[in-house]
């Protein structure tokens, strides 16, 4: 915009020196007594005049000539009169052509060049708005289909985290009903393996209370809590997945986590691990600590990732499963970034080889300093 004016007003300067010269042509034939001469180069400047319109009028204002007014108006005193009428009213003065005995006065207007430069900065204001208006709205569209899908994915994946314990409840009962004749130590077994399960529907119902609100952080032994994960998901994994993960035993580290979400991360990176590796392979946790933080490593030897989806990976509805929803790495991100204070991302990644993702974590109380990466324990 600062440039268009800039060009307007050199575009106005040299229009002015064009009437100027214009003028000073009309001067030069008025002066001239002698009607012979030549007024070839007067004659000249003036036809070449086109794109500036021009009034010619006498003292009293009366419009003796129109120039670059369009067919039929240049010899429409009356229109040329209302011409004049508003460039009197708008303040601009004409220039005087002194003449033998009678003085003319030329009133000249910008040019439509002028005109449409003098509006391009308002069309461009106009063009911009429009311009950031759209990308409002499909900023606005945009946020609306992420939030719809974030519900459709907390609705899928709730029935998929009940699906597994009701099912084996329904199995148990089931099963009790058709067994009249049961051993009672055999009964008890199966109602503790019941209980079990009642008590995963606990867990699942106070992970996703935890979701929306302010979870309590407490203050964890790090590898403890990573080997209650590591217990979990071990009973549940093919007995080709090899787990190594730190020995709970060694040197205590202590964050403050809230312990239901945190493990449902662990758990996640773990299932999406098998996911990968499809019934065969390695998952293996290291921790490190560096500058305060603790960073908790979770490597896998499947798919790999490719470069340009590291970022991709944490968005809701982002998935590489048939059957996936993915919503578990964008809750995951929550859980971790937004609850916990820490990072979640891809640390490295390579196609058929594996995939690492890290957990940054602040870490809590005195501990024995560990500088180096803690090998884990198969």
């Known amino acids: 915009m600062i440039y268009v004016n800039y060009l307007t007003q050199r575009l106005k300067e040299g229009e002015r020196y064009t009437a100027l010269v214009f003028s000073g042509a009309m001067e030069n034939i008025t002066r001239k007594q002698d009607m012979n001469q030549d007024f070839t180069f007067e004659s000249d400047i003036i036809s070449s005049i086109k794109s500036i319109p021009m009034i010619l009028t006498d003292k009293n204002m009366v419009p003796k000539l129109g120039r670059n007014y369009g067919e039929g108006k240049n010899e429409d005193t009356d229109y040329l009169s209302r011409r004049v009428q508003k460039l009197v009213a708008s303040g601009k003065k004409p220039l005087e052509i002194p003449g033998e005995g009678v003085v003319e006065y030329l009133y000249y207007e910008n040019s439509r060049l002028y005109t449409m430069l003098t509006y391009f900065p308002l069309f461009q204001g106009i063009l911009l708005f429009g311009f950031i208006a759209l990308g409002y709205i499909g900023f606005s569209n945009a946020r609306r289909a992420e939030q719809n899908q974030v519900w459709v994915g907390m609705a899928k994946e709730t029935a998929h985290q009940l699906g597994t314990p009701i099912s084996a409840i329904m199995g148990w009962l089931q099963y009790l009903e058709e067994e009249e004749q049961m051993d009672p130590s055999l009964r008890r077994e199966y109602l503790h393996e019941m209980g079990k399960d009642v008590d995963r529907l606990k867990l699942i119902a106070d992970r996703f209370s935890k979701i929306g609100s302010t979870p309590e952080l407490v203050r964890i032994n790090l590898f403890e809590e990573l080997d209650k994960c590591k217990g979990y998901m071990q009973k549940r ?98 859980i971790i970034e937004q609850y916990h204070q820490g990072k979640i991302f891809v640390k490295h990644s390579r196609l058929n080889e594996g995939t690492t993702f890290s957990i940054k974590l602040p870490k809590v109380g005195e501990a024995e300093v560990v500088k180096t990466k803690i090998q884990a324990k198969i």
């Open 237 to 334: 994994s093919p007995k080709k997945v090899q787990f190594a993960f730190p020995d709970p035993d060694q040197s205590a580290l202590y964050v403050k986590i809230n312990p239901p979400l945190f493990d449902w991360v662990i758990e996640n990176l773990v299932r999406n691990a098998l996911d990968a590796m499809e019934g065969a392979g390695q998952i293996s946790a290291n921790v490190l600590e560096e500058d305060g933080y603790l960073n908790i490593d979770i490597t896998d030897t499947g798919k790999g990732i490719p470069a340009n989806k590291f970022k991709t990976v944490f968005q809701p509805g982002f998935t590489t499963k048939s059957r996936g929803w993915g919503l578990g790495l964008s809750l995951a991100q929550r």
